[in-house]
């Protein structure tokens, strides 16, 4: 498998991802910036990102899931952090002793689960560390106003366990005048100020470009880390970190009249020049793209025609350099020509949905990341 030339090669900057970091944690000093790397760190490698990250000094990262916070650990541990693992997903009853084997802070969403950790400390006789989440208006996940006005009433529900972050999650952050962002601003206070007083944490990577008013004591960088326009009507102030090329298997020559693909769904208006490339939605290529997407070939414009298949896609080379058009060739997908953000506009989507569908068939380059990246 490893030896086969690939159909698809997937190169990840680990010093851009760096880069970004340092960008971010400078910009908002001296808050605190931690990454997140859900989602195998959006789909770009978690046992390569993590690690990249806490050698330039990230002391705190930010899972979804519990077996996320596991894995993590160990890839900490082996890259000598003892960097502070949060898991937003909440706490169940029966993961309390994975979460301390771990040493994992559980971003704790209710009184039910609050209750589960303060009954799992004091059966240790230790205070652990958690997180409280709460709900400002995205009412996904966190305290309900409900359980927030209890223990407001009934403090002594935090007694035996180390509340060390309170946090909230924006969900309008990429439109800065959108009324939600004050409204969750003023409620977060309005929280803190009911709660005993402790770290806080509202602004993920939009978040951070509202105003000095919402960076509390920790931000939590996500889709910018990995090259994400956090401020979406502005130019993206993040480096490009991705690049994905695939491999052209076929050039044929088509007549006006002609079509392409399932469905038909492209008719060549004159003769046109077609490239196939081994790059589907099988990979993550979204079909979504069909007649809509485009490829980079020596700088020039490809544009996708017909349906994006489970391993295929077929581009209009027409106007491109005839002599990179040929079977072997790589063509741009992602890079410095076609931004996550370009691709993601053109598929209907958005970055986060780019990076984190990158399939499982590409061969994986990381550059960059060495131990001294200064
Ligand atoms: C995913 C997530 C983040 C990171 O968001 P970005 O927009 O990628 O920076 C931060 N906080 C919470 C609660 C999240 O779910």
């Given at each position: 498998?490893?030896?086969?030339?690939?159909?698809?090669?997937?190169?990840?900057?680990?010093?851009?991802?760096?880069?970004?970091?340092?960008?971010?944690?400078?910009?908002?000093?001296?808050?605190?910036?931690?990454?997140?790397?859900?989602?195998?760190?959006?789909?770009?490698?978690?046992?390569?990102?993590?690690?990249?990250?806490?050698?330039?000094?990230?002391?705190?990262?930010?899972?979804?899931?519990?077996?996320?916070?596991?894995?993590?650990?160990?890839?900490?541990?082996?890259?000598?952090?003892?960097?502070?693992?949060?898991?937003?997903?909440?706490?169940?009853?029966?993961?309390?002793?994975?979460?301390?084997?771990?040493?994992?802070?559980?971003?704790?969403?209710?009184?039910?689960?609050?209750?589960?950790?303060?009954?799992?400390?004091?059966?240790?006789?230790?205070?652990?560390?958690?997180?409280?989440?709460?709900?400002?208006?995205?009412?996904?996940?966190?305290?309900?106003?409900?359980?927030?006005?209890?223990?407001?009433?009934?403090?002594?529900?935090?007694?035996?366990?180390?509340?060390?972050?309170?946090?909230?999650?924006?969900?309008?952050?990429d439109e800065a005048d959108h009324p939600m962002n004050r409204r969750q601003l003023g409620r977060f206070?309005?929280?803190?100020?009911?709660?005993?007083?402790?770290?806080?944490?509202?602004?993920?990577?939009?978040?951070?470009?509202?105003?000095?008013?919402?960076?509390?004591?920790?931000?939590?960088?996500?889709?910018?880390?990995?090259?994400?326009?956090?401020?979406?009507?502005?130019?993206?102030?993040?480096?490009?970190?991705?690049?994905?090329?695939?491999?052209?298997?076929?050039?044929?020559?088509?007549?006006?009249?002609?079509?392409?693909?399932?469905?038909?769904?492209?008719?060549?208006?004159?003769?046109?020049?077609?490239?196939?490339?081994?790059?589907?939605?099988?990979?993550?290529?979204?079909?979504?793209?069909?007649?809509?997407?485009?490829?980079?070939?020596?700088?020039?414009?490809?544009?996708?025609?017909?349906?994006?298949?489970?391993?295929?896609l077929t581009l209009d080379v027409s106007a491109a350099p005839p002599e990179l058009v040929r079977p072997?060739?790589?063509?741009?997908?992602?890079?410095?020509?076609?931004?996550?953000?370009?691709?993601?506009?053109?598929?209907?989507?958005?970055?986060?949905?780019?990076?984190t569908a990158l399939g499982p068939r590409y061969e994986r380059r990381y550059t960059g990341g060495a131990?001294?990246?200064?």
């Open positions: 498998m490893s030896e086969a030339p690939p159909a698809g090669v997937l190169t990840v900057d680990l010093d851009a991802i760096v880069r970004n970091f340092r960008l971010l944690a400078e910009r908002v000093l001296p808050v605190d910036c931690a990454a997140v790397v859900k989602a195998d760190a959006y789909g770009l490698g978690l046992a390569e990102v993590a690690p990249a990250l806490a050698r330039a000094e990230c002391r705190s990262f930010f899972v979804a899931q519990l077996a996320e916070g596991v894995a993590l650990r160990k890839i900490l541990r082996r890259a000598k952090s003892n960097a502070t693992i949060y898991v937003l997903g909440g706490l169940m009853e029966n993961e309390r002793a994975l979460f301390e084997a771990n040493a994992l802070v559980p971003c704790l969403n209710d009184l039910g689960q609050l209750e589960h950790w303060a009954t799992f400390c004091r059966a240790r006789g230790q205070p652990l560390p958690c997180a409280l989440q709460i709900d400002t208006g995205m009412n996904r996940l966190g305290f309900p106003a409900a359980d927030l006005d209890r223990l407001a009433a009934e403090p002594k529900r935090l007694v035996g366990v180390d509340l060390c972050l309170i946090l909230s999650h924006l969900a309008c952050s206070r309005a929280a803190l100020d009911r709660l005993p007083h402790c770290r806080a944490s509202l602004a993920a990577s939009s978040g951070m470009f509202l105003g000095r008013e919402f960076l509390f004591n920790t931000v939590r960088a996500g889709v910018a880390l990995y090259g994400g326009n956090p401020t979406p009507n502005a130019p993206n102030p993040m480096e490009q970190v991705v690049q994905l090329q695939g491999k052209i298997l076929q050039v044929r020559d088509v007549d006006r009249g002609e079509t392409v693909g399932y469905g038909a769904t492209h008719r060549f208006t004159r003769p046109c020049r077609i490239a196939t490339v081994g790059v589907g939605y099988a990979d993550g290529f979204l079909r979504s793209l069909s007649n809509r997407g485009s490829a980079a070939i020596g700088g020039v414009t490809a544009p996708i025609v017909g349906r994006v298949s489970m391993d295929l072997g060739a790589m063509v741009e997908l992602i890079g410095p020509n076609r931004g996550i953000d370009d691709v993601a506009a053109e598929a209907g989507t958005i970055p986060y949905e780019i990076l131990a001294s990246s200064e």
